[in-house]
Structure formats: C-alpha cells, structure tokens
C-alpha cells in the first residue's frame, strides 16, 4: 500500500511516473536531505524501498568501486 502512495507522491510533484524504485528512493532522500520529511518517515519510506529492491545512488556508487 505505502508504495503506491509513495508513488503517487512522485508522480503529483514530477508530472510522471518513476521509472524504478531506485528513482522514487532518490527522490525520497532528496526530500529528507531537504527537511520536507523527517526521519521517522524516511525511515520507512528507505525500509518499503529497499525490501523492494531499490538501490540508492551511494550504494550503487559503493557497488561500482568494490567490483
């Protein structure tokens, strides 16, 4: 359920729709690094994302340089 809000949030702002899990994720730190969410709910927006299988931008960059 939270994904399809958290996705419906995406696309209301951005006028599309995301193209992975890993968009939507980025997005949702943006708004964390911007104070437009707290903690609380970036954390459980990160916990639904990640069980998803979304890969923030940094842990692809990690990824990368331990291959």
Known sequence: M???EL???FAS???YTPDSVDQLL???QYK????EI???NYR???DCLHKQGAISAHEYEQL????
Do not use: Q
């Open 2 to 4: 939270l994904i399809h």
């Open 7 to 9: 996705v419906h949030a």
């Open 13 to 15: 702002e951005r006028n």
């Open 26 to 28: 980025d997005f949702y």
């Open 32 to 35: 964390y690094i911007t104070e």
């Open 38 to 40: 707290d903690i609380k």
């Open 44 to 46: 459980r927006i990160f």
């Open 64 to 67: 990368e340089k331990s291959l």
